[in-house]
């Protein structure tokens, strides 16, 4: 059960670390009113005070490199684990 948990854990790690790899800026939409629907035809026409309302995440180039380590090193320890006997 350990090291099924730790190896799940270090492969969640590792996979966000390859996936950022690819990854220049995320842009997150926030929205204003939980129930507000977007104007125009299901949302595809939006002015520019509507694009406005967005958060940018912009990580560095050493967030993958670390994220993929700290990942494959768990995964090591889970597999290095002694088992039940």
Same mark, same amino acid.
Not at 55 to 71: C, E, Q, T, Y
């Given at each position: 059960?350990?090291?099924?948990?730790?190896?799940s854990?270090?492969?969640?790690?590792?996979l966000?670390g #390859?996936?950022?790899?690819?990854?220049?800026?995320?842009? @997150?939409k $926030?929205a204003?009113?939980a129930g507000?629907?977007?104007?125009?035809?299901?949302?595809?026409l939006?002015?520019?005070?509507q694009?406005?309302?967005q958060?940018?995440i #912009?990580?560095?180039?050493w967030v993958?490199?670390?994220? @993929?380590? $700290?990942g494959?090193v768990?995964?090591?320890y889970?597999?290095a684990l002694?088992r039940?006997?």
């Amino acid at each position: 059960m350990l090291r099924g948990t730790f190896f799940s854990i270090g492969m969640f790690i590792a996979l966000w670390g #390859a996936s950022l790899f690819f990854v220049d800026k995320i842009v @997150l939409k $926030v929205a204003d009113d939980a129930g507000a629907r977007p104007p125009g035809f299901r949302g595809m026409l939006a002015n520019q005070a509507q694009q406005k309302q967005q958060r940018v995440i #912009a990580p560095p180039d050493w967030v993958s490199f670390s994220l @993929l380590s $700290v990942g494959a090193v768990t995964m090591l320890y889970a597999v290095a684990l002694p088992r039940k006997q």
